[in-house]
């Protein structure tokens, strides 16, 4: 056993994951596309220490119930044969919380540095499905670049994996996300994603169409075609949060400032911007623009009443230890 560092880059999905096949192993319902990112990230340490009396959890600095993190943390102790209790200090270098993908990032660090400190020797398809477990969404920033999450048919969920489509440097697309709200959400995605499943009429066609938007975005990735990929990541974005209207009683995880930023970035496709957006479960925008395009928005995105503050970057690279 060793202390650990490891860093993983937040995602955001182009074909969205909403909704589960299996809330216990925490199973897509579907498939999902993602580009990981450069700029915004996690730093996990894991520190095996005996004299502690439990796990012990720090986020930026400030001690959490272990919950999620101690579950994870006993997943590989068990793989490993140990019963160690860690210290996990974790740091994200944006805000927490806020529809940015902070349980992506931070669990597929936290499997990273936790494998690495209990010397377990695991793939990295064996990492996507631990992060998985700890949060969907993670399974994918393993990874970097394009990549896909398979919603696998397997019971035990061993298929339920990422995999890599494109580099990040093979179609160096630039990221501009625009924050229109600093603050935690009032709805975190797990409960939100259930509410939906559980009350929205619009889920089951959700779920029915995610196939065929993968199959499209798939192909616009190989392709390198960003008015196809730009077309269904808008429609995948927007139809998930139908969905989320439609449940009872209603999600509206957007503000009026969300909505300015939608109307200005069709305003600069329109104009021939190489320019499209998507939305989370949160108010923030992301606007995912050609190489070369990033500062053009992100002066468009800033002067939109209600953005706070508005960040560039590209894509990255998977999880990884750093030394
Ligand atoms: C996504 N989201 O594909 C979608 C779009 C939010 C909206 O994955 O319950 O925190 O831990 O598996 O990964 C956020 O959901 O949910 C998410 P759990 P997670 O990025």
């Not at 008015?227 to 927007?238: D, G, K, M, P, Y």
Request: proline content about 5%; some cysteine.
């Amino acid at each position: 056993m060793n202390q650990a560092t490891a860093r993983a880059g937040a995602n955001i999905a182009l074909v969205k994951y909403w909704g589960k096949r299996d809330p216990q192993l925490n199973l897509p319902a579907a498939g999902s596309i993602s580009i990981t990112l450069a700029g915004l990230e996690t730093r996990t340490t894991v520190t095996p220490d005996p004299t502690l009396g439990s796990d012990r959890f720090f986020l930026d600095g400030v001690e959490q119930s272990p919950g999620r993190v101690g579950a994870m943390l006993d997943l590989l102790r068990e793989m490993a044969g140990e019963t160690t209790p860690c210290r996990v200090d974790s740091c994200n270098n944006f805000p927490t919380g806020a529809g940015l993908a902070s349980s992506a990032s931070g669990f597929a660090a936290l499997v990273t540095a936790g494998a690495r400190a209990f010397e377990l020797e695991i793939s990295e398809d064996r990492r996507s499905g631990l992060a998985r477990l700890g949060s969907g969404s993670a399974a994918r920033s393993i990874f970097g670049g394009f990549v896909e999450m398979d919603a696998g048919e397997l019971e035990d969920g061993s298929d339920a994996v990422a995999h890599p489509l494109l580099a990040a440097d093979a179609w160096p697309l630039e990221v501009v996300v625009a924050v229109t709200e600093s603050s935690s959400k009032a709805v975190g995605s797990r409960d939100g994603m259930n509410h939906t499943m559980q009350t929205s009429p619009y889920y089951p066609a959700w779920v029915e169409t995610v196939a065929a938007d993968l199959e499209t975005a798939r192909a616009a990735i190989v392709a390198r075609d960003f008015e196809a990929l730009a077309e269904v990541s808008e429609h995948s974005a927007l139809k998930m949060h139908a969905s989320m209207l439609a449940a009872r009683p209603g999600l509206v995880y957007w503000n009026p400032a969300t909505l300015a930023c939608l109307h200005a970035v069709r305003a600069l496709r329109s104009g021939g911007v190489g320019v499209f957006f998507t939305v989370d479960a949160g108010p923030q925008v992301k606007a995912v623009c050609l190489p070369g395009e990033g500062e053009r928005v992100v002066d468009v995105l800033r002067g939109q009443p209600g953005v706070h503050d508005v960040m560039v970057t590209g894509l990255g690279a998977g999880a990884g230890a750093v030394a």
